[in-house]
């Protein structure tokens, strides 16, 4: 795998679901080999720290086609990449791709573009942050008063224990099984409300800058 | 128990741990791999990944050995780790995953925009793991003495080595291979050997149950629980989970905020389905083994029925499987804990570099080995119950106000993980040292999470308010960052140039 093709070091995504092959460099754009030689390609089975490896081989597809910058933390091209063009290859120090003092986060993307440049922008996020936090309240305190009712029941009507399925007390029923329903229900409930809430964040957000009515 | 059976058990989860770890070794390459796994793990892997990495020694074997000493008291204990999960769903899976850090002191650093806070942060995350890892070692030193009847030390330092090899060779990536791997294989331990129970037990005509005596609160060892412990403890479990570095650091391989929803979603799915086993081995030891009650040997109950109830090489077969299903818990909850601090302390001491990562993995698995060594097996649920209640009282309140509350400052953050701190570190230190001597004061103090989390969260929005002037430029842009969807930068901005990939 030493020495394959890849892209110039401007580009970072690899393609939305390029098959990634064990053990090598992906090879995101198939393109020719080495345009400016910026990027080391490490040899197939060449162990970690001189791999510096450009792409990294996400194969799940990225949420965000179209921006360069998905995170502040994807791997930056001028950092990580090494020399190797045919004969001579250069040792790089690979390191994590943040650094102590942190970077303002945000700032790439449009969404944070939009809470910083303008009132109605933080207006947006803040309302999104609200319903969010109600929602997560709501269920967190629905389950809250389902498990202090079974540990009160449990604890101050005795009759409980002596109520019994298949020979087994209806407290360890409830303890033992019939909390976990509950508990997936939760879930899948917030999830799908969740997902709703940032529907409604997208579609008021898409309205606002559609080309001609952004201000 | 036969020991060349439980020696071949323990030898082979070790030998498919380092193989899976090689193999993973091979595919990953930069930093980010190391780290994070670059965020390609698809979510059944990631969710079999966090169930594998979570189930630890104290789920594996604790459960069961608390319903054999407390009854249903101890149920509440896989119901909170379960439920736990729930509230990282509710509150952080999604914001964190956004939030673009690695670890909990990156997050505190780019969220309070401060130094201090991260120094405050790694020091609690590192005496956490730490904390956590030591009751794993106390299993695996427990289980390798039952199993094969070597000196449980052995069993702590084999622990220790086949982490540090895996980790130091493969990083994040192999792990989460091996996390996977270790929940499937943690499941069908348990399950096989509970089937063929069930399965000999009804086929000799006796009730699984004794005809309901299983459940006889009379074989109860310990008193009746009060509703002060079992609420305090709830909120410990609930709460602390959130703050677990080890739980935090697997939302990062997901590839957005949504997919880390479903994948906490998944995860639960799974917890709910293995706590099933636990309990069924506790209520069958409450019949079999239940001599196990009296003294410190109760984490042993799921290691010694099967022989129990199933003689001749069956029964040794089931041992050495559930013998390997205990150290596949060891090995995947050390192993991430020894990952995530690794990753916390390479960043403050060592500046992020591959090298500096595997010394921190060294580092953090030698410390806690250490501790172990020094120190004698509690009983595992409780042990890693007084965990959930510290970090519940530290790191839970950072992470909460600083995903949903404006005003948090540093101060803040900072005055809170303190107190927290001081306050939940004394009292279990407190009830540890002085025992059955402080009388009213036991509970209060031995099951403290009921008010040093309230306190905690006091003490942090009374500071962050009274240094109001301290909170971050930044917050609107983080608070953006952490709760808009990621979709919603489908749509290019006008006037922004797309920088789309070379033509092919």
New interface residues.
């Given amino acids: 795998m030493s020495g394959g093709p890849h892209g110039d070091g401007d580009e970072l995504l690899p393609d939305g679901g390029a098959p990634l092959p064990d053990g090598g460099a992906p090879l995101p754009d198939g393109g020719a080999p080495l345009p400016d030689g910026d990027a080391l390609l490490p040899d197939g089975g060449a162990p970690l720290p001189d791999g510096g490896e450009p792409f990294p081989d996400r194969d799940a597809p990225l949420p965000d086609g179209g921006e360069p910058f998905p995170d502040r933390d994807a791997p930056l091209p001028d950092g990580d990449a090494g020399l190797a063009s045919g004969t001579f290859r250069q040792r790089v120090r690979v390191v994590a791709p943040r650094s102590a003092a942190p970077q303002p986060p945000g700032g790439y993307t449009f969404s944070h573009e939009l809470a910083e440049q303008s009132e109605i922008g933080e207006l947006f996020v803040r309302s999104l942050v609200r319903s969010q936090l109600r929602l997560a309240v709501v269920v967190a305190a629905g389950f809250g008063l389902i498990l202090l009712g079974v540990a009160v029941l449990i604890a101050l009507v005795p009759v409980t224990a002596t109520l019994t399925i298949a020979t087994i007390p209806l407290p360890w029923l409830l303890l033992g099984i019939g909390i976990y329903p509950v508990i997936l229900a939760c879930a899948a409930l917030y999830n799908k409300a969740a997902a709703r809430n940032e529907r409604k964040f997208r579609e008021l957000t898409a309205d606002w800058t559609e080309p001609g009515t952004k201000q | 128990m036969n020991t060349a059976v439980g020696l071949a058990a323990v030898a082979a989860v070790c030998a498919a741990t380092v193989l899976i770890g090689i193999y993973g ?11 994070v796994a ?5 979510p059944w892997w990631n969710a079999s990944a966090i169930g594998g990495e979570y189930i630890s020694a104290a789920s594996f074997l604790g459960v069961a050995g608390l319903i054999l000493i407390s009854g ?1 008291d101890a ?2 204990f896989p ?1 909170g780790y ?2 736990g999960y ?2 990282l ?3 952080v899976s ?1 914001p964190l995953r956004r ?4 670890t909990i002191p ?1 997050f505190a ?2 969220r309070l ?1 401060s ?1 201090a806070a ?1 120094r405050v942060t790694s020091l609690l995350v590192v005496a956490v793991g730490w904390l956590y890892i030591v009751p794993q070692l106390h299993g695996a030193a427990l289980t390798m003495r039952i199993a094969t009847g070597l000196p449980g030390w052995a069993g702590a330092v084999i622990v220790v080595v086949v982490v540090v090899l895996s980790v130091v060779t493969g ?1 994040m990536r192999s792990i989460t291979f091996v996390q996977a791997f270790q929940y499937w294989l943690k499941l069908t331990a348990l399950a096989v050997p509970v089937v063929f129970i069930l399965l000999v037990l009804t086929g000799s005509g006796q ?1 699984p ?1 004794g ?2 005596a299983a ?1 006889d609160p009379a074989l109860d060892v310990s008193g009746d629980a009060s ?1 002060y412990r ?2 305090s403890l ?1 909120v410990a479990l609930l709460f602390g989970t959130l703050g677990l570095p080890h739980v935090l650091v697997r939302f990062y391989t997901n ?2 905020g ?2 880390a ?2 994948t ?2 998944l995860v ?2 799974l917890l ?1 389905l293995f ?2 086993f636990p ?1 069924i081995y506790g ?1 069958l030891g409450r019949l079999h083994t239940p001599r196990l009650a009296g003294g410190s040997q109760s984490d042993a109950t799921v290691l010694l029925l099967p022989g129990r109830i199933v003689d001749g090489v069956a029964g040794d077969l089931l041992s050495a499987c559930v013998v390997a299903g205990a150290f596949a818990a060891f090995l995947s909850t050390t192993s991430g804990l020894v990952v995530s601090l690794a990753g916390v302390v ?3 001491l060592f ?5 500096g990562f595997r010394l921190a993995a060294v580092l953090s698995a030698i410390v806690p080995l250490g501790i172990a060594m020094g120190t004698e097996s509690l009983a595992l649920a409780g042990s890693v119950g007084t965990v959930f209640a510290f970090t519940a009282s530290t790191i839970c309140p950072l992470l909460l106000l600083g995903i ?1 509350w404006r005003g948090l400052t540093d101060a803040g953050a900072i005055a809170g993980m303190v107190s927290g701190a001081v306050l939940c570190g004394g009292s279990l230190l407190a009830a540890t040292v002085a025992g059955p001597d402080l009388g009213a004061w036991a509970e209060p103090l031995g099951q403290p999470a009921a008010w040093t989390v309230p306190t905690a969260f006091l003490v942090t929005v009374a500071v962050s308010l009274a240094t109001a002037s301290r909170r971050p430029a ?1 917050v ?6 952490l ?12 006037g922004r140039p ?5 033509a ?1």
Avoid: C
């Avoid at chain 2, 091979?26 to 780290?35: A, K, P």
């Avoid at chain 2, 670059?38 to 698809?42: D, G, L, Y």
């Avoid at chain 2, 609107?476 to 960052?481: D, E, I, L, S, Y």
């Fill in positions: 070794l091979r595919i990953s390459r930069t930093t980010g791999d190391f780290y670059s965020r390609t793990v698809k249903i149920l509440w119901v379960t439920a729930l509230m769903l509710l509150f999604a939030s673009g850090a690695y990156d650093a780019a925009d130094t991260r990083g009730s149950t005809g309901g459940f509703l079992n609420i709830i590839p957005d949504a997919a929803r479903r906490t979603q639960l799915g709910a706590y099933l309990t209520v390479s960043q403050d500046r992020g570099s591959v090298k949903w930044t609107a842009r983080v608070m953006a960052r709760h808009t969807p990621e979709r919603a930068e489908d749509r290019a901005p006008v797309r920088r789309d990939r070379p092919e």
